[in-house]
C-alpha cells in the first residue's frame, strides 16, 4: 500500500522461530497489499469498488474491514469515510488494522516482546531487547530528521496522521475538500486499527478534532497544528 513494513523481535527464541515468525509477518502484509492496495487494478478492493466482486462474493478480511469502516463512520460523526475520495479507499483504517493483526498472532505465537511498524504506525507489546519498555519517536512535523515527542509503554498502539509526506491527502468529508489545520495527529490506544481511523478523522475534523479527542475514552493524542502549536493529553505517556 505504499508504505514500508519492519519488524524487531525481542524474544529469546531459536532463530529459526524468529525467522518463522518474521516470514508469517511479511506473508500476511503481503496479502493484505494484494487484497486492499488501492494502487493495485487487480486489488480485492478495488475489484469490489468497480462492481467487479459481489458482498457475498468478498472475502472474509474485506467484509470485515467494511463493517469496521462502516462503525468507524458513525464513530467519527462522518469525519472517517472509506468513500471520501468518490471511490472505496479503507486504507486509513487497513494499515494500522494489519499491523495489529500481525502483533495479535506474534502473541499468540509466543512472541511477547515485538514491534511492528507500519509505515509510521506502530503496534508494540512487552519490552525492548534492552529490557526497557519500547521508546516509539512522533516524527517532527516540519524536520523529517528529528522527532518532536517519545511515548513510551509495553502494549502501546501509536498511529500518526500528517500532511508531511503526502500534502493535504485527507479530504473534509463534509465539503469535499483537503482538510486544513492540523499539521499532525497522533493517536495512542490498543487498537492499531481504530488508533488510525481515530487520528486520520481528527486530521479531517481540522482544529475541531482537538476537542474531538479529548472526548475520546481510553486514548491519548498529541497533535501539531499548521501554525506550530501543541496539544497533549495530560495522560500521554511520554518520556524523555
Known amino acids: 500500500m505504499g508504505t514500508v513494513i519492519s519488524l524487531d523481535l525481542a524474544d529469546n527464541l531459536p532463530p529459526a522461530t524468529l525467522d518463522e515468525l518474521a516470514d508469517q509477518v511479511f506473508a500476511w502484509m503481503r496479502e493484505v497489499d494484494a487484497r ?31 463493517a469496521a469502516c462502516a462503525d468507524l463512520w458513525g464513530d467519527t460523526d462522518g469525519f472517517f469515510d472509506a468513500y471520501a ?47 526497557e519498555p519500547w521508546r516509539i519517536g512522533i516524527r517532527h512535523p516540519w524536520d523529517a530528521m528529528a ?32 482538510a486544513g489545520g492540523l499539521r499532525s495527529v497522533t493517536v495512542v490506544g490498543t487498537d492499531l486499527g481504530v488508533a488510525d481511523a481515530y487520528a486520520t478523522a481528527a486530521l479531517a475534523m481540522g ?21 506550530a502549536r501543541q496539544f497533549l493529553s495530560a495522560d500521554l505517556p511520554l518520556t524523555d
Open 147 to 178: 522527532t518532536c515527542l517519545v511515548v513510551a509503554g509495553t502494549d502501546l498502539a501509536v498511529a500518526t496522521s500528517g500532511v508531511y509526506e503526502r500534502g493535504r491527502h485527507v479530504l473534509d468529508p463534509r465539503r469535499g475538500t483537503p
Open 207 to 227: 482544529a475541531a478534532g482537538i476537542g474531538w479527542l479529548d472526548r475520546l475514552a481510553d486514548h491519548t493524542h498529541a497533535v501539531v497544528t499548521d501554525d
Open 36 to 66: 486492499f492496495s488501492t494502487y493495485r487494478s487487480d486489488s480485492e478492493v478495488c475489484r469490489f469498488d468497480r462492481g467487479e466482486v459481489l458482498l457475498s462474493e468478498a472475502s472474509a478480511d474485506l467484509r470485515f474491514v467494511l
Open 85 to 131: 475520495t468518490g471511490g472505496l479507499d479503507p486504507s486509513g483504517f487497513v494499515k494500522g488494522w494489519a499491523a495489529q493483526v500481525a502483533s495479535d498472532r506474534l502473541l499468540a505465537a509466543g512472541a511477547a516482546n515485538h514491534c511492528v511498524n507500519a509505515g509510521g504506525d506502530v503496534r508494540v507489546r512487552g519490552r525492548s531487547p534492552s529490557g
